[in-house]
């Protein structure tokens, strides 16, 4: 049975720093490209960074400087450093597993944990 579990998420102040952290379980991590999407009310779900398998980021325009995401394959588990925080990164954030084998497509959710930024 595969698993994410976020844990981080909560209540910061603008300019405030938050680590989210996201562990798996029932998979091999590290062939995984691991991603944290956001969706605020009203919003679409969007990709806020991504790290491929052999350690690629990449980030959505507006974190860029800001956060940071980073994967330990030996704990299983993938962080998102969000730093100097706006009101508008408030919202839901996910993490996710993908990994495409041939015709198979794995992709995994976690429940969400929120981030609400706010003086």
């Known amino acids: 049975q595969v698993q994410l579990v976020e844990s981080g998420g909560g209540l910061v102040q603008p300019g405030g720093s938050l680590r989210l952290s996201c562990a798996a379980s029932?998979?091999?991590?590290?062939?995984?490209?691991m991603g944290w999407y956001r969706q605020a009310p009203g919003k679409q779900r969007e990709l806020v960074a991504g790290?491929?398998?052999?350690?690629?980021?990449n980030y959505v325009d507006s974190v860029k400087g800001r956060f940071t995401i980073s994967r330990n394959n030996a704990e299983n588990t993938v962080y998102l450093q969000m730093n100097s925080l706006k009101p508008e990164d408030t919202a839901v954030y996910y993490c996710?597993?993908?990994?495409?084998?041939?015709?198979?497509?794995?992709?995994?959710w976690g429940q969400g944990t929120q981030v609400t930024v706010s003086s």
């Open positions: 029932g998979i091999i991590m590290s062939i995984y490209t």
């Open positions: 996710n597993a993908y990994h495409r084998l041939i015709t198979f497509t794995y992709d995994y």
């Open positions: 790290v491929t398998s052999t350690g690629t980021a």
